[in-house]
């Protein structure tokens, strides 16, 4: 078969590539190109697409085979598959205007397609349909259940999990081989509808497939027992043949039945409505008063209330801990646009990646240490080039009693390690209020980090915050050091500039609130001007604050004395906690007059 | 009930604290230690004790209650409970001698019970039972479903889970509530002998608890419904009472009865035979010949099975890519010391964490990449104090044609932002082996970046590379910079200096193989001598080596350009690859004379 033949040929030509992983799905895909997938290949923008998402991403070389059969690509570029410059990379991401999102890391096509389905359903209020082909070796992975259980739960009719059972994995047989029934039996616990078939016999998977469709109030997932690297006795149902180009490419295609090219007419859909959509209106972020105290994890959950009235196509998302980070305040406004993912944060994180890819602009709340959850989901997300917004509350030591399990200590190391992300952490409710209408128009991966306490407002509401910006809090001729804060630690610092102060030490204080992309302007002017600054965080030594403005500073060689949490800490009181880790106003009083 | 008194007390003393969810289980609890956990309080360390890990660690009042009706501490201790100093946490932590384990980041303390139960079964061959309480909120994590696909598929007896299904989470209801059915057809499908009781009828989990001990060859879970703030009608099964102190505790603890100082006398295990251990011999660690091509990824495969022959309490995990970071060696020569854990790298992880509670060494190897998917894990590890061996194989863009989802670019970020930490980075085969003979006396979290493709031996078999120290490779007195690097990038400066030497500038080279901690002696002295330092590192620019130097100098005040992966890199030959990045020979010959 074409398809085979064709995944044969590019992965010889890229010299690496998965053709057994390919070909074992191939008669799967053929049934559902030809006879169940309604897309437009000439505009992939159209909303009423259906969705394939290939959860097995190394399975690439017969997604491209299938894009070649459907006229989207050339034989031409097919071959280009894996080299240099070519869009066709060894997994697939959305450099190709028909993939939604970036796949490769095995689990987590499934729990996107469930928020791209969950788009459909609610937001847009369009009949597509989500394709998710799956490995079989990715059910290992706990987010297929949490997909599983959030789709089960919500009855999601609008996907279908194909799942290509060839029974081994990379280095030899999965847990349950060729048993199709011990997966039915597990997603059929999860509330779906489970169809078990002959992965290679393309009557019974035309019937699966419009059973699929038809099924109402339960998602299905096909249960397709196949061979890896069917077709080909060298390497048919073989070990060892994962993920490499076949040994005598030639021979094997003249095995397939030699290259005819074949070509498959892909129906576009039916309906062409457009998308729902949600009113909105003007914007009118909430104000603080100068001088009051607030929580900024507050001002998070009233300006996203407020931005979600003047923007329909605002959405959120909270891992059940709503009432903490404030989502809830949106949640009770416009429940229509909210999505409780109860605590499976990597299924948070694959929600709204799903929903951005149909355009619409999700927040996601969860404690900031909670996010560490799903790491490998945002690093997929950046890699996809998604456009998501992540809220990390109670981040760092100020937290208090609750202890190290609660402090999100690594976040800001870990959103910054991603490429094209912004990281933001205000001080007030103000400058909050105003980066989480700021992040709405932001590309990429934008994070905000909030505090749980409460601390003083100090901006006039209104002000504007850019990303990249910071803001100088204290300057003076005759200042000898600077000191860089963020965050609750913004406070310590004027504190601590206080103090000095009245022993007669000028020192300037800066908020540094965008924390990447970092203000290289006032830092290279305080770098040239005081030549010593010291940076303050609630956060790891690695990877924050200190490590940006080192970053930026580093080609000019000032003396930077960074402070951050170096010890473990166990439970106290946020001040005993602030003062304990060595970031509180005397630590920061004791390391300037120690630099100077 | 006096377990339900103590928690309400020592919650209003502190403050802080759940209450409401350690009432829920607290019939649970008191049964347990009173019919079926074996436990020797006074002797911790025998190695018969029976488990108990509490998954929902927000419990811990009930937990110290525990304690002290069993006589392990006092009342005056247990109202230390969330303060400054005290071992008594808001979430429990191992700084307590009866903890395994640092629990509060729900969904894993099913997992790790799983690694401690596989321990008793495959290891130690002791008949100790491990106990874990869960809530029901976390079952929707699905770091629990491969728990309980490992635990089923293993047949694990030695492992009972609690289900404390109280209803409620933190915001509202769980998803069903109280439907305990819906649990136990998933945890049944899943291969897991199910028990449904009234969780506040003492004679039902009684019948509960010895039918688990005594099941065979499945794990068994008791699905216990419960009321969330049992016995106190202002909060009894009521929303919006989590995570807060009782409004009137005095009210609440006549309500339950009055404090009466029950205690409880808790059996101690029956069998007293000592741990099963495996032979070793004399370490005789694979070399390699200077020159020769090898990758550090095979390296590593052929000095852990070199270990695991020398020691008998090394053992080795692996997320089903065996045959690529070559873990397969060990997994061939010891497999009774081996743990297949298939695409679950969240339970590998724990499983890592179980078997080490017990003493022993582990060793857990998958892709960089993928490790980030269990940074959660690894975060709570940390906090625990877990003594673990992480091996991240294909760590960056040098991998080539696979693409960025496959890539390790953030891995070094991500652990070295953690507690106590260390990062190793070797650069050749004979580094590769002396480093991971190293590791197994490392404690805490150690971490070994491996390279997918050859390098060249640059080191003689058998030198010594301790965990902080470096290797001068160029060093001359009419250096003008010098070039810091680790791992791959260490071949790319040996050739930019000669490159260099060529036009007759003269540059140092450093091979920093310890990342974390960093060898700041040999940084100071480059940075007082040449001042100018170029670090380079197949990795992004945030979190990683370069910013180990910065942190290392930054009170001298060098002059620092750090090359690293700054763009998105696609597919391509891993020569281009380092040259599109930026990182190999010529980006770093014309970076050093960008800075001269």
């Known amino acids: 078969m074409q398809l085979r033949v064709d995944s044969v040929r590019s992965s010889d030509a890229a010299g690496s590539g998965h053709p057994t992983s390919s070909m074992s799905a191939a008669d799967l895909m053929a049934v559902l190109f030809a006879h169940h997938l309604r897309y437009d290949f000439d505009h992939p923008d159209n909303p009423a697409n259906d969705h394939l998402i290939f959860s097995k991403g190394h399975a690439s070389p017969l997604l491209y085979a299938l894009y070649k059969a459907a006229g989207a690509i050339t034989d031409e570029e097919m071959l280009t598959f894996r080299k240099r410059g070519s869009r066709l990379e060894g997994h697939p991401t959305p450099r190709l205007p028909w993939v939604d999102v970036a796949t490769g890391s095995l689990g987590q096509g499934l729990p996107v397609g469930v928020g791209v389905a969950l788009a459909g359903r609610r937001l847009d209020r369009l009949p597509y349909h989500v394709w998710v082909l799956c490995g079989d070796s990715e059910l290992a992975e706990g987010s297929i259940w949490e997909a599983a259980e959030h789709a089960g739960h919500e009855g999601l009719s609008n996907i279908t999990a194909i799942v290509d059972v060839n029974r081994l994995g990379q280095r030899g047989p999965t847990r349950h081989g060729w048993d199709t029934g011990a997966y039915a039996r597990r997603f059929g616990a999860f509330g779906w509808h489970t169809i078990e078939v002959d992965g290679h016999d393309p009557g019974q998977i035309d019937f699966a497939l419009g059973d699929a469709r038809n099924t109402r109030r339960r998602p299905t997932v096909i249960l397709a027992r196949t061979r890896k690297g069917e077709g080909v006795n060298d390497v048919d149902n073989r070990e060892g043949a994962h ?229 100088v809090l204290r300057h003076a001729s005759d200042d000898r050091a600077t000191i860089v804060a963020a965050g609750i630690t913004v406070h310590e610092a004027l504190a601590a500039a206080d103090l000095l102060k009245q022993e007669g030490i000028s020192v300037g204080v800066v908020d540094m609130y965008s924390v990447k992309p970092v203000d290289r302007a006032v830092l290279n002017e305080a770098a040239t001007t005081t030549g010593n600054l010291i940076t303050v965080e609630d956060h790891r030594p690695e990877g924050g604050l200190g490590d940006a403005v080192l970053e930026a500073v580093s080609e000019l060689g000032p003396r930077v004395v960074k402070l951050a949490v170096r010890g473990m800490p166990g439970s106290a009181a946020p001040g005993e906690q602030l003062a304990d880790a060595g970031i509180g106003r005397d630590a920061i009083v004791a390391a300037v007059r120690r630099l100077l």
């Open 243 to 471: 993920g490499k180009p076949l040994k005598d490419a030639e021979h094997a295609i003249v095995e397939l039945g030699g290259e005819r090219g074949v070509t498959v007419k892909v129906s576009p859909p039916e309906v062409s409505r457009p998308p729902h959509t949600f009113t909105g209106g003007p914007l009118a972020l909430p104000s603080y008063p100068l001088g009051e105290k607030a929580a900024t994890r507050s001002a998070y959950g009233a300006a996203l209330k407020a931005l979600g009235a003047a923007r329909g196509d605002v959405v959120a998302l909270d891992g059940e801990v709503a009432d903490s980070t404030k989502t809830e305040e949106f949640a009770h406004a416009f429940p229509e646009r909210f999505f409780e993912c109860y605590i499976a944060e990597q299924e948070m994180i694959a929600t709204a990646v799903g929903l951005q890819v149909r355009g619409w602009v999700p927040y996601a709340a969860t404690f900031a240490a909670f996010l560490t959850r799903a790491y490998d989901f945002i690093r997929m997300a950046a890699i996809s080039g998604a456009d998501l917004r992540l809220i990390g509350s109670h981040a760092g030591v100020s937290i208090g009693e609750d202890g190290p399990s609660q402090m999100g200590l690594e976040d800001m190391a870990m959103l910054r390690a991603l490429h094209g992300t912004t990281v933001l952490y205000p001080c007030d409710a103000n400058q909050t209020a105003a980066l989480v209408a700021e992040m709405a128009d932001v590309s990429g991966i934008s994070y905000l980090r909030t505090t749980r306490g409460e601390t003083p407002v100090i901006y006039e509401p209104g002000e504007r915050f850019p990303v990249g910006g910071s803001r």
